[in-house]
């Protein structure tokens, strides 16, 4: 009997894979005259979704079996994100049109998101120097927002170029310019949800993240420190009840030029 379950351990333990990043491969000093990278997540493990992130922004997204298996977002200071390969042992990515804006810290998590639950993350630090090109004109976010408050911002693309807008990291995809990328400008009109918006716009060139630029507003409670407790308990309360509610409502205007 002990013969047999020292084998049935030995078969379990060579069917069970480890779940780990092997190595992250991200250049820590980008000089200028050099204004793209590539950067490099390894992995032994036998996951359901990876991630890229630049700080907490989240700028890629490779999920094996699903259609399409990989996605780009748009992240301050990196104009340019190209797949070079993403399969069982590595995600590579090619990232270009850097700007000083592209320092940070840079993350890969993978995560198997079926029982057994694991998790794997792993960080480097990129620094940018000497870089700066143009990005899309964003201007008219007010800084602070109060209840109820509606909002607006603008932005202004190169010609040819596709305007889409981010919210929080989400885009408004019922936002999304034309197909033949007519449209270089939009007008974005939407209500506030405290306690920080993060307002993002795009340039797309034929699908493909060429320029980015962002703005941020925060409620205009969070300046106030003399609030009685009472009404910051009530505050709690509201942002609350807020997750379970879509985050903005929107409204738009496209403008031609």
Not at 36 to 60: H, M, P, Q, S
Not at 191 to 208: H, L, N
């Amino acid at each position: 009997m002990l013969t047999i379950a020292f084998v049935l351990l030995a078969i379990a333990s060579c069917g069970a894979r480890p779940f780990n990043i092997t190595d992250l491969i991200i250049p820590h000093i980008i000089p200028p005259g050099q204004d793209e990278v590539e950067i490099e997540c390894r992995y032994d493990a036998n996951f359901t979704l990876l991630n890229w992130f630049k700080g907490n922004t989240e700028f890629f997204r490779y999920k094996p079996g699903s259609a399409p298996s990989t996605r780009s977002f748009p992240v301050l200071g990196v104009g340019r994100i190209e797949l070079i390969h993403c399969g069982p042992t590595a995600c590579r990515l090619k990232l270009g049109a850097l700007t000083e804006e592209a320092t940070g810290i840079y993350k890969c998590d993978i995560e198997k998101e079926i029982p057994p639950y694991q998790y794997e993350s792993r960080t480097g630090y990129m620094e940018v120097h000497g870089h700066k090109h143009r990005k899309p004109l964003l201007e008219g976010l007010a800084e602070e927002f109060g209840e109820d408050d509606e909002m607006q911002a603008y932005c202004r693309g190169a010609p040819g170029a596709e305007i889409r807008w981010y919210i929080n990291g989400q885009e408004v995809e019922e936002l999304r310019g034309s197909p033949t990328f007519s449209r270089k400008s939009s007008r974005l009109i939407f209500q506030g949800i405290p306690p920080i918006v993060t307002v993002q716009c795009a340039e797309y060139r034929f699908g493909k993240l060429t320029g980015s630029n962002q703005g941020k507003a925060k409620w205009k409670e969070m300046h106030n420190e003399d609030t009685p407790e009472e009404q910051r308990n009530g505050v709690k309360m509201f942002l609350s009840s807020t997750i379970c509610i879509p985050v903005y409502s929107l409204l738009y205007r496209l403008l031609s030029y």
